[in-house]
């Protein structure tokens, strides 16, 4: 299965155009008398990090420890964010321009829909704007206590002197990661790796026919910038890695493109993430992909966590959801737990399954991250209900089980109740349907005691599964035609 790495001792420094994105969203029911315009009634509003630190905020969410760099000014916009900042953890040195306001982008929604973006910037890039120097011996100092530098270049004029912030980095022997804009990359020459959408590379590199006229001239970019790498995002075609080790190409992981909005943030971030927890440049392109599917699925600037990436690599990967055996399924709980995930287990007979265990099982899973189903052998079953049941054999009940969205794992177990097997998996979260008492639940004390939860869940009335058979059995009387389930 791919691996998630552990991000806890990575240490990952952003420079470049930190912004704030504000949305405003509201209901549209008329249009207005002064022009054709639609009026929008402000419900909610919103406020985001953006540009660069947005991308510090993607860091931060995964747990790598990041600094920020970037330039703000003296306003309700500057204090907004840094107190966002502090928030997510990140350590934020913003240098205050005392000529120019902090870049804010304002979007009016309505339905989902943008109606309009309200942008309040000047260049950074003015002379007076800023102290260049106060900026780089910061970069320098910082530079001591970080495994990879992201310049998050969105030509606001931050990185007016990128090159210099390179060339500290490179003495620094300190990977650096560029997020490129504008039609002059000589700017980022000798970066480890530059991170382009294909809209952008085409209009430095030239247009590409095909894949191989691609490649060639993405290589021919990294010999004459003197890069170890490039990484081109291409949208539903999903992202290229060239570098030294050749060519990776990685599809799409996106089941719904929902909002492209600072998915390019996400990427570079995750790309130094996995590079910073000791990843190669493959498998770290391997994680922003992964990354990036999951991000656009959001509205507006979005980030991921560790428990959503682990998800979609073992939904995507060799980790399939399903039946399991009681030992593999110790270690897939064992790892989720680990990482911080909440595990539930029930368990049943689940002999002919009706509406109501499907809500049942549904608000089971709500109850954790992961949803996994202990089942009655057919033996148990027997014992349990009588010599005439199961209806259904163990391995067509498990089936059932698996293919139900709300359940992750089924396993079985042979024994009248699960608590050995309880004690064997240790779930998070123990939960049991009807009016029991905690403590006369199977498995309970061993659960409380691992610090674990024990909940009962009612029942929706008006379903059985006894009365579905005594009606299957009436239909299948005397002069009554088979019935069929």
């Known amino acids: 299965m791919f691996q998630i790495p552990a991000f806890e001792t990575a240490r990952v420094l952003v420079i470049g155009d930190v912004m704030l994105d504000r949305y405003w969203y509201g209901d549209t029911g008329r249009i207005s008398p002064e022009a054709p315009v639609p009026v929008v009634r402000i419900g909610n509003e919103e406020q985001r990090l953006g540009g660069a630190a947005n991308v510090a905020l993607n860091l931060a969410r995964v747990g790598v420890h990041t600094t920020l760099l970037g330039v703000v000014g003296n306003d309700d916009a500057a204090t907004t964010m840094r107190r966002l900042l502090e928030a997510a953890g990140v350590v934020a040195h913003l240098q205050v321009s005392p000529t120019h306001p902090t870049i804010d982008k304002l979007r009016v929604l309505s339905r989902s829909q943008q109606l309009i973006r309200l942008d309040s910037e000047r260049s950074f890039a003015d002379d007076d704007a800023f102290d260049d120097d106060a900026l780089r011996s910061m970069f320098e100092m910082l530079l001591e206590q970080t495994d990879v530098v992201i310049c998050s270049d969105y030509g606001k004029g931050t990185l007016a002197g990128v090159q210099a912030l ?147 690599a073992r939904s995507r990967h060799s980790e399939p959801r399903g039946v399991s055996e009681a030992q593999r399924l110790a270690a897939l709980v064992e790892e989720a737990q680990v990482h911080g995930e909440k595990v539930v287990l029930t368990n049943g007979c689940f002999d002919l399954l009706h509406p109501g265990h499907i809500d049942y099982l549904q608000a089971a899973r709500e109850l954790g991250d992961w949803l996994v189903v202990a089942v009655n052998d057919d033996a148990s079953v027997a014992r349990l209900k009588g010599p005439q049941r199961p209806v259904n054999p163990l391995e067509q009940r498990m089936q059932v089980l698996a293919g139900l969205a709300a359940v992750d794992w089924v396993v079985p177990f042979a024994e009248d109740t699960p608590e050995r097997l309880i004690r064997q998996l240790q779930p998070d979260v123990l939960v049991k349907g009807g009016d029991y008492d905690v403590l006369e639940i199977a498995g309970a004390n061993d659960v409380l005691a691992a610090g674990g939860e024990v909940r009962v869940l009612d029942f929706v009335d008006g379903y059985s599964t006894t009365a579905m058979i005594e009606r299957i059995q009436a239909a299948d009387g005397p002069g009554n035609p088979p019935a069929h389930d």
Not at 183 to 207: C, H, M, S
Not at 227 to 249: N, P, Q
Not at 273 to 291: E, F, I, R, T, V
Request: aromatic letters at 4%; proline letters at 3%; a negative charge.
């Open 166 to 312: 390179i060339a500290q980095a490179g003495a620094a022997s300190v990977p650096v990661l560029v997020d490129p804009k504008g039609g002059d990359w000589q700017r980022y020459a000798y970066a480890t790796l530059i991170t382009p959408n294909r809209k952008e590379f085409e209009a430095v590199a030239g247009e590409s026919a095909d894949a191989q006229v691609l490649e060639a001239n993405a290589r021919t970019l990294c010999i004459e910038l003197g890069l170890d790498g490039l990484l081109l995002t291409r949208s539903e075609e999903g992202m290229s890695l060239f570098s030294d080790a050749g060519s990776l190409h990685l599809p799409t992981h996106a089941q719904e493109v929902f909002d492209v909005t600072g998915a390019g943030d996400t990427v570079i971030a995750l790309l130094a993430a996995g590079l910073a927890a000791g990843q190669s440049m493959a498998d770290a392109a391997a994680l922003a992909n992964l990354a990036a599917g999951i991000v656009v699925a959001k509205l507006g600037t979005a980030t991921v966590t560790p428990a959503e990436l682990r998800r979609a």
